[in-house]
Structures are given as C-alpha cells and as structure tokens.
Nanobody, 122 residues
Framework: QVQLVESGGGLVQAGGSLRLSCAAS????????MAWFRQAPGEQREFVAY????????HYADPVKGRFAISRDNTNNMVYLQMNDLRPEDTAVYYC???????????????WGQGTQVTVSS
C-alpha cells in the first residue's frame, strides 16, 4: 500500500494561488493513478482531479476546471495540485488518493493521506 503525505495548504485571499504537494512512498507509484479530493466542513468528501499513471490523461471536477491543474513527477514520487483563482468555496481539507481507477468517474483507491487545510478568505 502506498503511503501519502500532503503539504502546501494554507490561508490565501480570494483570487490567489496555492500549490499542493503529495509525497508518495512505494515502488509502485509510477504505475498507479493518483487523484485529489477535498472535504469542506459538514460536507462529503468530493473528487477534485485525477491523473493517470503516465500523466497521459487528466480529469477535473466541473467547479475547478480551468483553475486547477494536476501533475505528477514519477521520478520523485510526487503529485501536485496547482490551484489558481481560488475562491472561498474552495475552502476545504484536501486529500491525496492513490491507486484508484477512472471510467466515466474516478473510483478512489485505498490509500489516503492525512490531508492539508486550504482556507480562502473573501
């Protein structure tokens, strides 16, 4: 099972940017899909972005399309989420997920990080 550690969260004003990082351990990283999810207070965890094992395919939730970008570095076992034009409704704990599958929608794998808080002030 892949171990995941997120970082890069923080407090930012609306319109600002943040870059989240997810460090993964395990020799299988370069062969598995990765994704980001988020969970706002009182809400269910929701899908944000997905990237295939070789970065050939990506998919985004409608609310973040055109503002967020997912990428990965298989050499260093890292996944990133560049978040631009942040809005107060983006406030949530952001989680990294490994090993899922995408067919019309992303089904998460079993590996989750501990999450990193993103707070966007208006």
């Amino acid at each position: 099972q892949v171990q995941l550690v997120e970082s890069g969260g923080g407090l930012v004003q609306a319109g600002g940017s943040l870059r989240l990082s997810c460090a993964a351990s395990g020799r299988t990283f370069s062969t598995i899909a990765m994704a980001w999810f988020r969970q706002a207070p009182g809400e269910q965890r929701e899908f944000v972005a997905y990237i295939s094992w070789n970065a050939g395919n990506t998919h985004y939730a409608d609310p973040v399309k055109g503002r967020f970008a997912i990428s990965r570095d298989n050499t260093n076992n890292m996944v990133y989420l560049q978040m631009n034009d942040l809005r107060p409704e983006d406030t949530a704990v952001y989680y990294c997920n490994a090993g899922g599958a995408f067919f019309r929608a992303y089904s998460p794998g079993k590996s989750w990080g501990q999450g990193t808080q993103v707070t966007v002030s208006s």
